[in-house]
């Protein structure tokens, strides 16, 4: 029995051609990419439009930079952007370059709503670095001009503020608002750093920001600490107790020269 040739129709064909096409230009795209590169697509704004349009607002999206330096401050920020004036290019900071960042900084400063609050070295200390960062945090959503109904925080742990909060782990990446606070409050500490280093020549602040790296680590084991460091963190407390060892040999050996001396006279 003779098989029945199937007919292509019009629509087929056209739907068929569709098909070849997008498979050519999707192995195209592919090919521009270089080796070993995976395309990351950028943050968006549909989690705020969605409440927007429930009439919620204004949006908020928070987040923090500096809970894992040995020095300096913990930095919040907070941002309201304007849907109708969202700088191009926003993303999660630590995907930007130096330059970018400063550029989207002021792009986001003249365009958005935002504040910033600290964390203290000292409060570090005394909550510990989570509660510090998440109390930072919520100063930060207070201190907006106008209060936000709905807040985007990055990480797991909701924060204790008078309206809805969201976590949202790995929300730098995921929801625009977020990553626009994340580069308000890298930029803002990183400035901070540099002003920190002119009070504090020899540390490196300028450049690693207060980061355990080696050149940081060995100025702690030749200088010391400074009123800027966290003195909970392990290795400030390896330095600290290092410089007072040192402190009380120098005394002693003072004191036995002295002894020596006196000995001498007598």
Not at 43 to 60: D, H, M, S, T
Not at 126 to 136: G, T
Not at 153 to 181: K, P, Y
Not at 239 to 258: G, H, L, W
Request: charged share 30%; proline share 6%; with cysteine.
């Amino acid at each position: 029995m003779r098989r029945r040739r199937r007919l292509r129709t019009i629509p087929t064909m056209i739907r068929e051609k569709s098909k070849e096409q997008a498979k050519g230009k999707s192995k195209e795209g592919l090919a521009k990419l270089p080796k070993g590169v995976i395309a990351v697509a950028p943050p968006g704004f549909r989690r705020e439009r969605a409440l927007i349009k429930r009439g919620i607002g204004p949006v908020a999206g928070c987040d923090e930079a500096g809970r894992g330096p040995l020095a300096g401050p913990v930095v919040a920020a907070a941002v309201v952007l304007d849907p109708k004036r969202i700088p191009r290019g926003i993303d999660d900071s630590k995907r930007l370059t130096p330059e970018r960042r400063e550029e989207l900084f002021e792009e986001i400063c003249a365009t958005s709503s935002f504040a910033v609050a600290f964390a203290s070295p000292a409060r570090i200390d005394r909550d510990n670095i989570l509660r510090a960062s998440l109390w930072a945090l919520a100063r930060a959503v207070h201190a907006l001009p106008e209060m936000p109904r709905h807040v985007f925080v990055d990480g797991r742990d909701r924060l204790d503020i008078a309206c809805d909060c969201e976590a949202v782990i790995g929300g730098d990446g995921l929801v625009v608002s977020i990553a626009a606070a994340s580069i308000i409050a890298k930029v803002t500490r990183d400035r901070l750093m540099c002003a920190l280093a002119q009070d504090c020549p020899g540390y490196g602040f300028e450049s690693h920001k207060g980061y355990a790296v080696p050149e940081h680590l060995e100025a702690l084991r030749r200088l010391g600490p400074t009123v800027h460091h966290r003195r909970l963190f392990a290795p400030v407390v390896a330095a600290r107790e290092r410089q007072e060892a040192m402190t009380v040999e120098s005394v002693v050996t003072k004191d036995t020269t002295i002894e020596v001396a006196i000995s001498a006279v007598i």
